[in-house]
């Protein structure tokens, strides 16, 4: 029998699962059977699976044109650049590009370039242990996590991880090398631990004050994930640069680099062939409009507020098992008491046909589509307690 997978490059470990259809927070297998998506494919299907909204504006897009380059005007990367700074509050500049790790790329050449204007050349990243920002070069430099380091040495020069944000102070009054600081608000991979609010705005007053640009990859937080348009918001801070991506066109690959300095590149500086193209921009600019009145409606903090009754429910229910709940809106995480297998977890909520994710070594990370129905969250969580209560854990 052929080995499924045989000609892909081994470089996931996969479940066994495989979708083939999917309606609001349900995804289909092909033995047709319901799962209830609480990962949405790793924070990105953000307006579900199957959205006729988002569907028909791809389909017109598709029909009508998909790609120019950058050589030339595009319509729709203007009037999405225009949307996200209104949506952010402040006047933001975009450059598109078609991932995560792709956009914080760019928010690093853009640190070295701006570092490189006055008369010290400043040129290092300054970012918080446990951040992770992709798996480019540059954005695994920035990664401040060993484990995902190891066999690709030497990584870039230049990045200085800090354990936490009081570290920083320190850090920049030892090296006048430092030209920026990148960080998470709410630590996606690393255990979805959101930072304090309070440290949060000293950090960046103090960046303000020794011209050191404050980075924010939102990545996995911004587009509404925390229930504000951005985390940023939530934390009342203007970045000099926001990331962002995953849920930013519903599942159409799509990054984009936002920064408040008007004159951060100049042409030739940087680019990319498809970034920022007719058709994911189209497929963001419907999708910004499908969260923005899901967001206006009060029904993305009604449905944030259910959520989260039901895993403090969950958490109550199973007290030996989860330590507390970490995160933000519908970016939420169960940090592990120490004696659990995080992946039995994962792995009971497949069988028991509700998707999850992990976050660190100990976190279960939930992040639902943020138009998940109240039936689909009450369905889902009750499979989730069935998963857990099959373990027989003591
Ligand atoms: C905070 C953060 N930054 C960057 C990335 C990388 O994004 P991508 O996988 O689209 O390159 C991720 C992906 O998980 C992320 O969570």
């Known amino acids: 029998m052929k080995k499924r ?32 998506d609480f990962g949405s494919g790793i924070g990105v299907s953000s307006v579900g699976h199957g959205s006729k909204g988002l569907s028909r504006a791809i389909f017109d897009q598709a029909s009508n044109l998909i790609h120019t380059s950058n050589l030339y005007h595009i319509k729709n990367q203007e009037e999405l650049a225009e949307k996200l700074s209104n949506l952010a509050g402040f006047k933001l500049y975009s450059f598109f590009a078609n991932s995560g ?6 928010a690093i050449k853009l640190a070295r370039k701006y570092g490189s204007r006055g008369s010290t050349k400043r040129w290092k990243i300054i970012t918080l242990d446990n951040s992770f920002h992709g798996r480019t070069y540059g954005s ?7 484990s995902f380091h190891k066999g690709f040495e030497p990584i870039l020069d230049g990045f200085v991880y800090a354990k936490t944000l009081n570290d920083i102070q320190n850090i920049i009054d030892n090296d006048n090398e430092i030209v920026a600081v990148l960080i998470e608000l709410v630590r996606g991979e690393g255990g979805v631990q959101a930072l304090d609010i309070n440290e949060v705005q000293t950090l960046a007053k103090l960046l303000k004050s020794r011209d050191i ?35 930013l066109a519903g599942g159409i690959p799509i990054g984009a680099m936002l920064t408040k300095i008007p004159d951060a590149f100049v042409p030739g500086d940087h680019g990319s062939t498809f970034g920022g193209n007719p058709f994911s921009t189209a497929a963001s600019l419907k999708t910004l409009e499908i969260l923005l009145d899901e967001y206006k409606s009060g029904r993305l903090a009604k449905r944030i507020d259910f959520f989260n009754s039901k895993l403090d429910e969950l958490v109550r229910e199973y007290p030996h098992v989860f330590k507390s709940i970490s995160g933000i ?13 995080l992946m039995s977890i994962v792995k009971s909520a497949n069988n028991e046909r509700v998707l999850t994710l992990k976050s660190g070594n100990n976190t279960l990370r939930l992040l639902p589509p943020l138009t998940i129905s109240e039936k689909e969250i009450e369905t889902g969580f009750q499979r989730l307690s069935q998963a857990i209560a099959l373990l027989n854990i003591c």
């Open 5 to 36: 997978g045989e000609y892909l490059l081994n470089n996931y470990s996969r479940f066994e699962e495989s979708f083939v259809y999917g309606e609001g927070a349900i995804l289909y297998s092909e033995d047709r059977k319901d799962y209830i």
């Open 101 to 106: 790790a792709e956009a914080n790329e760019s």
């Open 140 to 146: 695994l430099s920035a990664t401040a996590q060993s």
């Open 213 to 247: 640009l404050l980075m924010v990859d939102e990545v996995q937080s911004g587009v509404f994930r925390t229930g504000k348009f951005l985390a940023s918001n939530l934390y009342g801070i203007e970045p000099d640069v926001i990331t962002l991506a995953k849920g």
């Open 329 to 341: 809106g519908l970016m939420r995480g169960l940090p592990l008491d120490s004696k659990i297998d």
